[in-house]
Every structure is written in structure tokens, then in C-alpha cells.
């Protein structure tokens, strides 16, 4: 029981983290090398992204 909400919990940042990389500013490489990264390697990719992933792109209005 314990290992499937574990694995729930991967699966809902994954999707989080993936959705959160599409939507930014970033070029469609990146796009696809952060999103492929997720995939491939789920908690790993997750943690990797939350530090180092492309960021929103919000402008900042002086």
C-alpha cells in the first residue's frame, strides 16, 4: 500500500514538473531534453528539474 502512494505521489510531480517545462519560455530542445529526462528517469529527473529546469519566462515590468 505504502509503495503505491509513493509511486502516485512520482507520478503527480512528474506530470507537475512536465507540464511546468512545456509551458515555459524555454527553446523546443530544451523542451524536449527536460521532458525526456523526467521520463527516463522519474525522481531523479524531478529533483534535477526542480533545481536546475527552465524557469516561467514571466516578463518583469519595470
Request: charged share 10%; hydrophobic share 55%; proline share 3%.
Amino acid at each position: 500500500m505504502e509503495y503505491g502512494i509513493v509511486g502516485l505521489v512520482v507520478v503527480i510531480l512528474d506530470v507537475y514538473a512536465i507540464y511546468k517545462t512545456l509551458t515555459s519560455g524555454a527553446d523546443t530542445t530544451a523542451k524536449l531534453l527536460w521532458t525526456l529526462g523526467i521520463l527516463i528517469f522519474p525522481v531523479v529527473g524531478f529533483i534535477v528539474w526542480l533545481v536546475a529546469g527552465p524557469k516561467g519566462g514571466g516578463e518583469v515590468v519595470a
